[in-house]
């Protein structure tokens, strides 16, 4: 039976849509939250799937961490793109993620996977 190892990380980050309804949205900045959920078909000789510490450290790496999404990423950053960004960037080391979800806000946020 596989289990799903979850790991939840903040991070601060500016941002702005450029075609919010219509018309340009003000740059702002949130107290963002990202899960990742990564399937382990098998535990270790120490019963872990992946090391959380390990996933935390490589989510360091790729999170904007105190900058404005639009200076660094080519696309609008919503938490939609966003989600689907950093699915892609993690599936890259860590081949049997399952999705990732991204906050905006403690209220609303998106989810990206692949069916």
């Keep these: 039976m596989p289990y799903i190892v979850r790991v939840r990380k903040e991070f601060q980050a500016a941002h702005y849509l450029t075609d919010y309804h219509g018309k340009p949205e003000p740059l702002h900045g949130h107290t963002w939250e990202v899960e990742v959920f990564i399937r382990a078909d ?3 000789n120490g019963g872990m799937g992946y090391d959380f510490i390990e996933i935390d450290r490589f ?3 790729i999170l904007p961490n105190y900058k404005c999404m639009n200076d660094i990423y080519d696309f609008s950053p919503s938490a939609e793109n966003v989600a689907r960004y950093l699915y892609e960037k993690i599936k890259e080391k860590y081949p049997s993620l399952q999705k990732v979800v991204v ?3 403690k209220h609303g946020g998106a989810e990206y996977y692949e069916e």
């Design 42 to 44: 098998k535990l270790d």
């Design 103 to 105: 906050w905006e806000t």
């Design 59 to 61: 989510l360091d790496e």
